[in-house]
């Protein structure tokens, strides 16, 4: 009867709380996939060894050393064109931040969203200079 209960209430909050209605589902999910083969020097490895050496060549060239101090964003070129038919505020930023749903998909490429609204107060100045 228990179970029941919580499986309707996950039913329920599939609109209005994906993410509870899919942790729920979750956890009753089988299927558990596996890594591998790779791709080591054109043929597939299924080694350990080898996957790890691999994925790990994968993830640091994606990634950036955090202790590298380079900048992360480059100087902006100067210009003399400018927007001033119109003036907004770093708290209008944080208001469109607001809005944004917590829950939006977002790109590989992009800040999630919960990200950008725990943030908002430390992001709308560098969002204001952009």
């Given amino acids: 009867a228990e ?9 329920s909050k599939v609109i209005s709380n994906p993410k509870y209605f ?3 589902a979750k956890r009753f999910a089988k299927c558990k996939s ?7 020097d054109g043929s597939l490895t ?4 080898d ?3 691999i994925l790990q060549h994968q993830y640091e ?26 003036s907004f ?9 607001d809005e944004i749903d ?3 998909a977002t790109t590989d490429k992009d800040i999630p969203a919960v990200v950008l609204k725990e943030c908002k107060t430390n992001l709308c100045y560098p969002i204001f200079l952009i």
Avoid: C
């Avoid at 179970?3 to 039913?11: F, G």
């Avoid at 596996?34 to 080591?40: F, I, M, Y």
């Avoid at 480059?74 to 038919?85: H, M, W």
């Fill in 61 to 86: 060239s994606v990634f950036s050393d955090p202790s590298n101090n380079n900048k992360v964003f480059p100087d902006r070129p100067q210009t003399s064109a400018s927007l001033s038919d119109f």
């Fill in 3 to 11: 179970q029941s209960h919580r499986e309707k209430l996950a039913v």
């Fill in 46 to 49: 299924n080694d350990p060894l």
């Fill in 89 to 97: 505020s770093t708290q209008d930023i944080i208001d469109a931040i």
């Fill in 22 to 24: 899919f942790s729920y």
């Fill in 34 to 40: 596996n890594v591998g083969p790779l791709l080591k």
């Fill in 102 to 104: 917590p829950n939006s």
């Fill in 51 to 53: 996957m790890a050496n």
